[in-house]
């Protein structure tokens, strides 16, 4: 398998600008989970999937951001309008059973101007 | 602040040497997982601790868990420079988040 697919995996945008973000889990895996990390506040869970369904998205900053999974092997992450503040690596990560273990994504380094 | 907290921040030690890094959390877990990041890469899956597993082995992997300090440790044995990377701790404790800590920066001279 080849593992979680992100792309893009670098991302340079101006403010104000649109961002989407791609990811396809690993087959079978029925959990997908958006991260972010950055150096002040560490890695934090975005939101996450069962069955392509949203199960929590309380950690979603604001309504800029939004997800999507249309089916079980493709999501989105977008961001509108995307700010200087937003700039930070996001992964994405699978899993079989939910908060076992978790495979991530490369990540997509993303620099807001 | 986190559920999952790891000490020391950062450690550097000598090839062939034992690195040690402890894990702190707040409320009772399901399970604990120690997760390594090297520079630039995403996170993946060094091993899992259930709440009722006190030690588990994984190659030079060791880890412990004692729930009545709340605390879990990650032992790694005869150091490469290749385990230069930051590790996480990460707690599952029954709601809807597996948290994960700061992380501890290991840096092992060659």
């Known amino acids: 398998d080849a593992g979680v697919i992100q792309s893009p995996r670098h991302e340079v945008t101006e403010m104000g600008q649109e961002v989407t973000l791609r990811c396809k889990p690993i087959?079978?895996?029925?959990?997908l989970f958006w991260y972010r990390q950055t150096m002040m506040r560490g890695l934090e869970l975005l939101i996450y999937?069962?069955?392509?369904?949203?199960?929590?998205d309380s950690g979603m900053p604001e309504d800029r951001f939004s997800a999507k999974m249309p089916n079980a092997s493709f999501s989105t992450l977008k961001i509108q309008p995307s700010e200087p503040r937003d700039s930070a690596v996001y992964f994405c990560?699978?899993?079989?059973?939910?908060?076992?273990?978790?495979?991530f994504g490369p990540g997509t380094r993303l620099l807001v101007l | 602040s986190q559920q999952g907290e790891e000490d020391p921040q950062a450690l550097s030690i000598q090839e062939g040497e034992n690195a040690t890094m402890n894990c702190s959390y707040k409320?009772?877990?399901?399970?604990l997982q120690w997760y390594r990041q090297n520079s630039g890469r995403g996170l993946v899956h060094l091993i899992l601790?259930?709440?009722?597993?006190r030690e588990k082995h994984s190659g030079r992997l060791r880890v412990t868990l004692d729930t009545s300090k709340k605390s879990s440790s990650l032992l790694i044995t005869a150091s490469r420079a290749a385990d230069t990377a930051s590790y996480f701790c990460?707690?599952?404790?029954?709601?809807?988040?597996?948290?994960f800590g700061a992380g501890t920066r290991l840096f092992v001279k060659a």
């Open positions: 990560a699978s899993s079989l059973m939910e908060w076992e273990t978790q495979y």
């Open positions: 087959s079978g895996h029925d959990y």
């Open positions: 999937f069962n069955n392509n369904v949203p199960i929590d």
């Open positions: 409320t009772s877990i399901n399970n």
């Open positions: 601790i259930r709440s009722n597993e």
């Open positions: 990460a707690t599952h404790t029954g709601g809807f988040k597996t948290i």
